[in-house]
């Protein structure tokens, strides 16, 4: 499948979804559940009111974030399994860096869906697999992951959170699930981020790895970000 392109420069691209769908929405207040809270902060734009809810894994990291945190209205951690999300209860999905990191990962994306009112969308971001540095970070030990950390990364980045790249964590395999759920990618872009920036020795170890592989894996970037919208129609498939 062949890849959608945003005119929207890579800052601005969520922001001006969220724009486009309160303004669909005739201004009302837009209910949010950020997805993996242990990273992105909820949207906040002027004039349009958003009520946040946090979701993610019950992890130390993640918990230590959210304690710290005031802009969510609530918070449940846990197995993503099985923790309480109400059906089509909200307007946006903010889903940051949480799809890599857990198992059952395509389970994990239906229930949130189920939780998406229908017409509302995905704001995706996360690690590719198929990049140079999704690999590297696949196969780098635990403990060494812990041990270089701190040094590799920005101050305040929370992790190292665990390593899972379930096949859904690549472009074909969320290009595959999409289809497969009646889902429209809107928008589909690639970025370089996180702790593959960081550092000139995380820079340096990401090339290392994209020319062993000959370049099947990337180091052009190791962030997917996505705008996926669930469908409206009533005969559409229901998720």
């Known amino acids: ?25 005739l201004g009302r207040r837009l209910d949010v559940l950020v997805a993996g809270c242990a990273h992105d902060e909820p949207l ?15 992890h130390p990291a993640v918990r230590a974030i ?19 999300l109400p059906p089509r209860s909200y307007d946006v999905i903010q889903l940051s860096f949480l799809l ?12 949130l869906l189920q939780a998406l009112r229908p017409g ?26 812990r ?7 920005t101050p305040g980045t929370p992790g190292p959170l665990p390593k899972v790249y379930e096949p859904l964590a690549s472009s074909d395999g969320m ?9 429209m990618i809107t928008d589909d872009e690639r970025n370089v981020s996180g702790a593959a920036r960081a550092s000139r020795i995380a ?21 997917i970000t996505m705008v996926i919208r669930k469908p409206q129609h009533h005969f559409a498939r229901v998720i």
């Open 175 to 183: 290009h595959a699930f999409c289809l497969s759920r009646g889902l």
């Open 203 to 223: 820079c340096a170890a990401v090339r290392a790895v994209s020319s062993l592989t000959s370049g099947r894996y990337p180091a052009s970037h190791d962030e």
């Open 100 to 111: 890599e990191r857990v198992r059952h990962a395509e389970l994990i994306f239906d229930r």
């Open 1 to 25: 499948m062949s890849e959608v392109r945003s005119v929207a420069q890579r800052g601005d691209l969520f922001e001006q979804r969220l724009r486009e769908h309160w303004t669909g929405q």
């Open 44 to 58: 906040t734009l002027e004039r349009i009111e958003t009520r946040a809810t946090g979701v993610d894994e019950d």
């Open 120 to 145: 509302g969308v995905v704001l995706l971001r996360m690690r590719d697999r198929r990049s140079a540095y999704g690999l590297l970070d696949r196969i780098t030990p635990s403990w060494l992951r």
């Open 147 to 153: 041990l270089l950390w701190r040094p590799l990364v």
């Open 66 to 84: 959210l304690d710290e945190r005031a802009d969510l209205v609530a918070w449940s951690l846990g197995d993503l399994r099985g923790v309480p």
